[in-house]
């Protein structure tokens, strides 16, 4: 009855953990075991976007065998799983050392997206990257943590971009035989599917799980041959519906997570919930505990004391809130248990975020939760203006909102040039202390010539990706001429390139630059000095103002006036993600102040030697230097948004002509841009140890989970080391 995963390959013996290791996603952030892949053979690595799942089911047995007896291969083999391995164990970890312990138990996560790889397309953006990161994190510093999201079978869409730059939405089936999922089984090996009560009827949930390192993540999936057609369809795709879809998926996610975890045996010390979409988490544990004859003040008590949650949207109509009808009809089947405390649970939603009050599910986990964060010290200050009504007594700088600063999975988005890089120069420590500033001060010593060298080949393998990309539009779809210009062909490998990449919206402001294009038109096609642009997102299915921007963005790529040196590149992923923040020069970043909570593309572009150029919202108005990259402040406030756009247009053309472009043309010799290097170095030193998902996580831990954990737990440290001689 649910869909059974293709049966593996077979291997040769001598090397038949290779699967093993195809479906463990550790594999995607550890050197050794790409390698291996990489190695085995690299053109169907690439052809294959680096999926080893794929890449083990379609090699010819033939290739394995000749892999299993040659003796570098081998090597590279076993030293992989012998990490693998090592990866798996929780001795030794920082976790183990200053944690908690919690024998058996865990930390939940819940979260509706998860961007770990391209090859499990569950993801639409920044949410989904941030949550991702966080479970990898967590597996390196071994916090038990377990996750909970959606398989979405059709994922997020694909982008297609007509020839007048509309954008397509392509919704593709998934390859289960290609992704990185096995079904969950009981601990006696038992298929689990679990029932939620959705309205007047039962809808079947399948799981499946994701391992990552130590770290498991496990994916709710309606599609079953049980589930009515339209059931089937709940878990579809992500963000592809409408409210009844949204409202019924995050009470699959919320009721059917919980139950999942239970199913599995799982019992969770701290509620981690991500973003208000997962919030019914609550209304599961409430129906639990009144099962169980808790009051329901006890019970709400208990679900305070060990929920945390992260919200991530400064904007008030991007918080999910639905009309009372709705929850009522939705909620019908999970009332029962509730019994006469239906109004009491409608009341911890109840909230009037302007048009009237409706069930907020911001609102719901705020109320029910122990530690409340914000995802960057200003965002934390612009929640806590935002959701004053919740704590009608206090002055906005005493509602209990924390800010807990976003960062990046430093092993997942460093390129491999740097890291060796860094290998040879800031010594062995780097990788483990990253999250310590002091490791990352001898880059001032690095010498320019071999840092302009890395850049050089990062820039390159981006051209590259570029160019291949524009091939196969131009030979599988026979695409126009322009368009092929549009999509990159005419760059020139060593012009200053800017990269602006992420969701077209309204308030990222995707057009800011284009706010007087003559005065572009000069910067780009400056003879001695040109600049090109190198442009990537996709719009919300929904986002009718998102996708006018993304096509005027892209009529702009095809107008001949900026001589081809603006290009749009279709698809944005996690895997164009890598080639764009590795491969550009400058990392432009233009919200709306304050609506960007915190953006994480820029930390990722920074650590790799690619400085920021941004307004100071978000974690750039922490982050920002004064060395490290630019600042774009036209001084105008967020009141007057036609004046504040002329405003800031103008300080950035002044910042590229001025500096940016000057700094970077600015040549000894030996063609080294001196002046160039220091800020790609004073961006890496100040950016690499401070936004990371290390610094973060630990964070995560000490000041959301250990302060929520019940306080007669004892501290791991002490208790380890009374035990030890
Ligand atoms: C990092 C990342 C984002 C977030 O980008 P911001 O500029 O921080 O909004 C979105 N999508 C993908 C694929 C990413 O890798």
Known sequence: MVKRRVEPPALPQRIDRLNELAVDLWWAWNERARDVFRCLDYPLWRATAHNPVRMLRTLPPERLRVAASDRSFVELYDAAIGRLDESRSADETWWARHGVEIPGRCIAYFSAEFALHQSLPIYAGGLGVLAGDHLKEASDLGLPLVAVGFMYPQGYFHQSVSSEGWQEEIYEQLSWADAPVEPAVTQTGERIVIAVPLGERTVLVAVWRVRLGRAKLYLLDTDLEENAPWDRELSARLYGGDRETRIQQEIVLGVGGVRALRALGSDPAIWHLNEGHAAFVVLQRLREALERDVGFDAALAEIRRTTVFTTHTPVPAGHDAFPFNLVETHLAGCWGSLGEHRKDFLALGH???????????????????????????????????????????????????????????????????????????????????????????????????????????????????????????????????????????????????????????????????????????????????????????????????????????????????????????????????????????????????????????????????????????????????????????????????????????????????????????????????????????????????????????????????????????????????AARP
């Open 351 to 721: 909230y009037d975020n302007g048009g009237g009050p409706k069930f907020n599910m911001t609102a719901l986990a705020m109320r029910t939760s122990n530690a409340v964060n914000a995802v960057s010290e200003l965002h934390g200050q612009v929640t806590r203006d935002m959701w004053g009504p919740l704590w009608p007594d206090l002055p906005s700088s005493q509602r209990p909102v924390k800010a807990l600063t976003n960062g990046i999975h430093l092993a997942t988005w460093l390129s491999t040039e740097m890291s060796r890089l860094f290998d040879r120069h800031l010594g062995e420590a780097w990788r483990a202390e990253h999250d310590d500033p002091a490791v990352w001060e001898a880059i001032l010593d690095l010498p320019d010539e071999d840092l302009w060298a890395a850049r050089r080949s990062l820039r390159n393998y981006l051209f590259a990706f570029i160019r291949e990309r524009a091939r196969q539009r131009w030979t599988q779809e026979q695409v126009s001429a322009a368009r092929v210009v549009a999509a990159g062909t005419l760059l020139d490998p060593a012009a200053l390139t800017i990269g602006f990449a992420r969701r077209f919206t309204g308030y990222k402001r995707p057009e800011l630059i284009f706010h007087d294009p003559e005065r572009l038109a000069r910067i780009l096609n400056a003879p001695k000095a040109p600049v090109q642009i190198v442009f990537a997102g996709k719009a919300h299915p929904a986002d009718d103002v998102g996708k006018h921007h993304l096509q005027r963005v892209f009529k702009r790529a095809l107008d001949p006036s900026f001589g081809g040196r603006i290009a749009f590149v279709d698809d944005y992923d996690l895997h164009v993600a890598h080639f764009v923040v590795q491969g550009c020069d400058v990392w432009l970043n233009t919200p709306r102040k304050p609506l960007e909570a915190s953006g994480t593309s820029g930390m990722k572009a920074s650590l790799n030697g690619v400085p920021h150029l941004s307004i100071g919202d978000g974690w750039w108005a922490e982050g920002y230097t004064g060395t490290n990259g630019w600042l774009i402040d036209g001084g105008v406030g967020a009141d007057d948004p036609e004046a504040a756009d002329a405003a800031d247009a103008e300080a950035l053309y002044r910042l590229l002509e001025n500096d940016v472009v000057p700094t970077f043309y600015g040549r000894d010799a030996g063609d080294i841009p001196h002046r160039w290097l220091r800020v790609v170095k004073e961006a890496i030193r100040s950016v690499a140890p401070q936004f990371n998902t290390r610094r973060m996580l630990k964070q995560y831990a000490q000041r959301m989970y250990m302060s929520s954990l019940d306080p007669r737990t004892q501290p791991l440290g002490s208790t380890r080391r």
